[in-house]
């Protein structure tokens, strides 16, 4: 390049920002990032809800002032989603303060695959007429189109703005904030703190219904597999029932939200939060394990499932140790070495092996495996070698008559898995991390989130893998539990909660330093900000009070049942 092709340029009032596609779009300095989105993307497939900007991600107010790449997040994503979901709740909250000024919704449990149940606090429980005119005026809203505005304001007004209203949740929640300055969104007049991203405004807002499940409401949402549809309302009334006997719990224990649990940590309480909530662990496992007894003549196998981080590794043997106390010998079978040499593995739609397909399994040999066992014939049990990706023979065993046989594995509640077993032989349990603290009334923490910080934990712990790497997988996880796991966890005898009112303040210091170790300029960064993000409202809690046997202990170490085996 010769100097002649260097020259003076006047300073450019304008910004330009590059897609994905190579596609460049210039204009002025300073103008939203949604004017330019609107422009590239005119009748997106999907409604775009927010953008990465220059690898962090970004409302759709933010103004461009510099020449920035940028990549568009519509509703098909899992932040797009979360920040339709977040703006939607908004959206609730606004219109049951027109509607019934003297109700305060509170968003308690989010509910499988269809959306997030919903109660009232300062009335009766609303009748399905009153919902339906909620509804309509949620709609009249999305009509109007109205802006949802973001503001910086001290951290002290808004407290006292919050405790003004009855969000006592919201108040108790800001002692513990890092900041002098808390973000705060305002829709038609309405005030109101969420710890994620807010769309623009509600025109985008449509794709929701409100079906009245007493005592309270269901928020429908849609999946982002299909952002424009909802799915069809199913009732799942043992996990509600789950849900329901928890928070009655919380209520007992007097720490219901995250702000509560941070007072327990300031004022030097959580042995006792934590031995309350162990204890609870154990007489529920202890239930489980007289119910089996109980019912021993007929039950001789127990089927233990629950998506991925349940801590049913741990479970199974608090139960298997509750069995024995009770006079029964356990037996662990692995679902694992039952897999069907890897030529044999079904594939995905990316062609990848699908070791989470119930097709994975050979499941004539495990019924066939079971069957005698449970006859009390010698078995020749098989063992897989996953290095080969061969089936091989195993121990050779004969079980004694007061045996039962424990299973563990995701595809449990299915009842294809030993369909050639009289059903009344079998006792399913199904294990997941069922209720989490909410951060406030209207801020839910997923429990997909709990799971996801457990599996990091472990997984730096024990298997060596960095948190990016974790959260890299993760996806691939999910898109496994939704397909072969929720839509059978109805099918169980019990539900075990295998969640930890405390967990949140002991997981922060053991996730934080792995979080902020995920390189920058990568989709694993953004959720690592996003988990950052949350994490800084809890108070930090030491592990040294976490007893030994601890379902907890699986995902920090130092588990005494690490090596039992039975």
């Keep these: 390049m010769a100097t002649d092709d260097i020259r003076l340029a006047e300073p450019r009032a ?26 590239a993307y005119p009748n997106p497939p999907a409604p775009i809800v927010a953008a990465l900007v220059n690898g962090s991600l970004h409302e759709l107010t933010a103004r461009i002032e510099r020449d920035s790449d940028v990549v568009p997040i519509d509703m098909t994503t899992s932040d797009g989603m979360r920040i339709f979901h977040r703006s939607l709740t908004f959206l609730l909250v606004v219109a049951m303060h027109e509607v019934l000024p003297e109700a305060r919704v509170l ?26 005119d909620v509804e309509r005026r949620m709609r009249e809203i999305v009509a109007a189109d109205e802006p949802i505005v973001r503001e910086r304001m001290p951290v002290e007004e808004a407290r006292a703005m ?30 109101d703190y969420f710890y994620g991203y807010m769309m623009p405004s509600t025109g985008e807002m449509s794709t929701f219904a409100l079906q009245h499940v007493p005592p309270g409401f269901v928020l429908r949402l849609p999946r982002r597999q299909d952002p424009h549809h909802l799915t069809a309302h199913r009732d799942y009334p043992k996990l509600t029932r789950v849900f329901h006997e928890y928070r ?3 209520d007992i224990l007097g720490v219901s939200d995250v702000g509560a649990l941070n007072e327990v940590v300031e004022n030097g309480q959580q042995r006792q939060t934590i031995l309350a909530a162990e204890a609870l662990h154990e007489k529920n496992i202890s239930d489980i394990a007289d119910d089996i007894v ?34 029964l010998r356990p037996f662990a079978l692995g679902l ?14 990316k062609g990848e092996y699908d070791f989470e397909a119930l097709e994975a399994i050979n499941l004539d ?86 799971r996801l ?39 169980a005898d019990v539900m075990f909660n295998s969640a930890l009112v405390y967990e949140l303040a002991v997981l922060k210091p053991f996730a934080e330093p792995l979080l902020l170790r995920v390189p920058r300029g990568t989709m694993e960064y953004v959720e690592a900000r996003r988990l950052l993000a949350f994490l800084r409202w809890v108070r930090p809690c030491t592990p040294e009070f976490v007893p030994d046997n601890s379902l907890l202990r699986e995902f920090i170490g130092g588990s005494i049942l690490r090596d039992f085996m039975f």
């Design 365 to 450: 040999l495990l019924n066939d495996q079971l069957l005698d066992l449970l006859a009390g014939k010698s078995v020749r049990l098989a063992r897989y070698d996953f290095q080969t990706g061969r089936s091989l023979l195993g121990d050779e065993v004969r079980l004694p008559e007061d045996t039962t046989l424990i299973v563990e594995g995701i595809h449990g509640m299915n009842p294809a898995l030993v369909d050639r077993l009289p059903d009344e032989r079998v006792y399913r349990i199904y294990v997941s991390a069922l209720t989490q603290l909410n951060i406030d009334h209207h801020n839910r923490i997923p429990t997909t989130d709990t």
């Design 14 to 39: 304008t910004t330009q920002i590059t897609l994905p596609d190579g596609r460049t779009y210039e204009g002025p300095a300073g103008a939203p990032l949604k004017d330019f989105v609107a422009a």
């Design 248 to 250: 009655r719990w919380l």
């Design 294 to 327: 109980r019912n021993k003549e007929r039950i001789r196998l127990v089927l233990v499932a629950g998506p991925s981080s349940s801590g049913k590794t741990t479970f199974s043997r608090r139960l298997a140790i509750q069995l024995m106390v009770n006079g």
């Design 162 to 191: 919050f405790a003004a209203q009855g969000y006592e949740s919201k108040a108790r929640l800001f002692q513990f904030a890092e900041e002098d300055r808390v973000t705060v969104y305002s829709l038609r007049g309405v005030r």
């Design 107 to 132: 968003v308690d449990f989010s509910v499988t695959l269809g959306g997030f149940f919903c109660t009232v606090a300062g009335r009766d429980p609303l009748a399905e007429s009153e919902l339906r």
């Design 453 to 491: 910080l457990r599996r990091m934990v472990r997984d730096a712990q024990y298997r060596g893998y960095s948190a990016a790497e974790t959260i890299q997988r993760w996806e691939s996880v999910r898109r496994g539990e939704e397909r072969y796991i929720f839509p059978y966890q109805e099918n």
């Design 336 to 349: 694992d070495d039952y897999f069907v040499d890897r030529d044999e593995t079904p594939r995905d739609e």
